[in-house]
C-alpha cells in the first residue's frame, strides 16, 4: 500500500485544458511555500518565484512571447510567434514565472526541483499544472526582458521555467504513465 506523497506523485499528470476558476489566495499561498522548501544548493535560495493571476498580464505576456517567437530562424516558432490562438500557458488562470541567477551552475537544477514541489503541492490540493517551457526561451528577448521586470523578475535572472496552474473540466481524459524499459538499474 502507497503513502499519500507517493500516491501522489504517481497520480499526477500534466493538465493542458484548465476551466476559468482561479486558484484561490490560499491556495496559492501554500504551493508558493512548498516551492520556497525545495533544496537549493549550499542553501543559497537565490531563486525567484512571480505568481499571475491578472488574466490581461497573462495575455500580454502571451503576446511578448509569441512576439519573440515570431523573430526566431525556426519555422516552427515562427508560426507560433504569427498564431491568432496560440497561448502558452493554455490559457491557465495562473501561472507562476520560476527563475533564477544564471551565475551559480547549479540554478537551473534548483529551479526544477522548486517546480516538481509546486506541481506536487498543487496536486494534492486538487489543482492541475503544466510545466511551460516558452518563457525560459525567449526571456532573453529585449521586448520581454523589459516586460519580466516590470512584473517583479530581476533583472539578472534567467527563467528556467513556468508552472501553469488551475483546474482540468470535469471529465478531462488523463494519459496512463507507461514507463520506459531499461531506466532504472539497481546495483547492490
Given at each position: 500500500?502507497?503513502?499519500?506523497?507517493?500516491?501522489?506523485?504517481?497520480?499526477?499528470?500534466?493538465?493542458?485544458?484548465?476551466?476559468?476558476?482561479?486558484?484561490?489566495?490560499?491556495?496559492?499561498?501554500?504551493?508558493?511555500?512548498?516551492?520556497?522548501?525545495?533544496?537549493?544548493?549550499?542553501?543559497?535560495?537565490?531563486?525567484?518565484?512571480?505568481a499571475?493571476?491578472?488574466?490581461?498580464?497573462?495575455?500580454?505576456?502571451?503576446?511578448?512571447?509569441?512576439?519573440?517567437?515570431?523573430?526566431?530562424?525556426?519555422?516552427?516558432?515562427?508560426?507560433?510567434?504569427?498564431?491568432?490562438?496560440?497561448?502558452?500557458?493554455?490559457?491557465?488562470?495562473?501561472?507562476?514565472?520560476?527563475?533564477?541567477?544564471?551565475?551559480?551552475?547549479?540554478?537551473s537544477?534548483?529551479?526544477?526541483?522548486?517546480?516538481?514541489?509546486?506541481?506536487?503541492?498543487?496536486?494534492?490540493?486538487?489543482?492541475?499544472?503544466?510545466?511551460?517551457?516558452?518563457?525560459?526561451?525567449?526571456?532573453?528577448d529585449?521586448?520581454?526582458?523589459?516586460?519580466?521586470?516590470?512584473?517583479?523578475?530581476?533583472?539578472?535572472?534567467?527563467?528556467?521555467?513556468?508552472?501553469?496552474?488551475?483546474?482540468?473540466?470535469?471529465?478531462?481524459?488523463?494519459?496512463?504513465?507507461?514507463?520506459?524499459?531499461?531506466?532504472?538499474?539497481?546495483?547492490?
Open positions: 500500500m502507497l503513502n499519500e506523497v507517493l500516491e501522489n506523485i504517481k497520480s499526477r499528470r500534466s493538465v493542458r485544458t484548465y476551466t476559468e476558476q482561479q486558484v484561490s489566495a490560499e491556495n496559492l499561498n501554500l504551493i508558493l511555500e512548498a516551492a520556497t522548501y525545495a533544496p537549493s544548493g549550499m542553501n543559497f535560495q537565490t531563486w525567484h518565484f512571480t499571475i493571476q491578472d488574466a490581461d498580464i497573462l495575455r500580454e505576456l502571451n503576446e511578448k512571447i509569441k512576439g519573440a517567437f515570431a523573430k526566431s530562424d525556426e519555422p516552427r516558432l515562427q508560426e507560433r510567434g504569427h498564431s491568432e490562438t496560440y497561448c502558452c500557458y493554455y490559457h491557465a488562470p495562473t501561472l507562476i514565472i520560476v527563475s533564477n541567477e544564471p551565475t551559480q551552475w547549479w540554478a537544477m534548483d529551479c526544477a526541483c522548486a517546480m516538481q514541489n509546486i506541481f506536487l503541492a498543487a496536486k494534492s490540493l486538487g489543482i492541475g499544472s503544466c510545466w511551460i517551457n516558452q518563457l525560459g526561451q525567449t526571456c532573453d529585449p521586448d520581454v526582458r523589459a516586460f519580466l521586470m516590470k512584473l517583479g523578475v530581476p533583472e539578472n535572472h534567467r527563467v528556467y521555467g513556468c508552472a501553469a496552474l488551475g483546474y482540468a473540466p470535469e471529465g478531462a481524459p488523463m494519459k496512463d504513465k507507461n514507463l520506459a524499459e531499461g531506466t532504472v538499474t539497481v546495483i547492490r
